[in-house]
């Protein structure tokens, strides 16, 4: 796109230096007196300024449409980006509470387990300590 546009100010910048040179060149060879030439060449000239600032003025206009859309492109843009890193955040906290309430499961079952087999060390050392005390007075 930005090569049709450096072709095209080419192009008319082109066709703007040879309609002024050659219309210059057509006045200084035409028949007429000096003072009808210069205004005749003051016509020409005011004209092509006239399509000069008219041309500025439509470039302006593309510039600034050019400028527009490149906002409202952009802010679709970031808006569309917000919208998948929201998404990304809910999926990660999903996880996350998912993980956390898999380890407070485990939590639960090591707790329960190692509950389970305290009770039994305990028991085990109370019997291993009343066989003992059983044992001590039977000797004595």
């Known amino acids: 796109m930005a090569d049709d546009n450096g072709v095209g100010r080419g192009l008319f910048v082109g066709f703007l230096a040879g309609s002024i040179i050659g219309s210059l060149l057509g006045l200084l060879y035409a028949p007429k007196p000096g003072k009808e030439l210069r205004g005749d060449i003051l016509d020409i000239s005011?004209?092509?300024?006239?399509?000069?600032?008219?041309?500025i003025k439509n470039a302006k206009v593309k510039a600034n449409q050019l400028i527009n859309d490149g906002k409202k492109k952009s802010e679709e843009l970031v808006s569309d980006a917000k919208v998948k890193v929201d998404a990304l955040l809910e999926e990660a906290e999903k996880i996350l509470e998912t993980a956390k309430l898999k380890t407070d499961e485990y939590v639960e079952v090591g707790k329960s387990k190692v509950g389970d087999k305290?009770?039994?060390?305990?028991?085990?050392?109370?019997?291993?300590?009343?066989?003992?005390?059983?044992?001590s007075t039977e000797e004595a």
Do not use: M, R, V, W
Not at 46 to 55: A, F, R
């Open 46 to 55: 005011n004209d092509y300024l006239n399509d000069t600032e008219e041309y």
């Open 118 to 135: 305290s009770e039994k060390l305990k028991a085990a050392i109370k019997k291993g300590i009343d066989s003992y005390k059983e044992e």
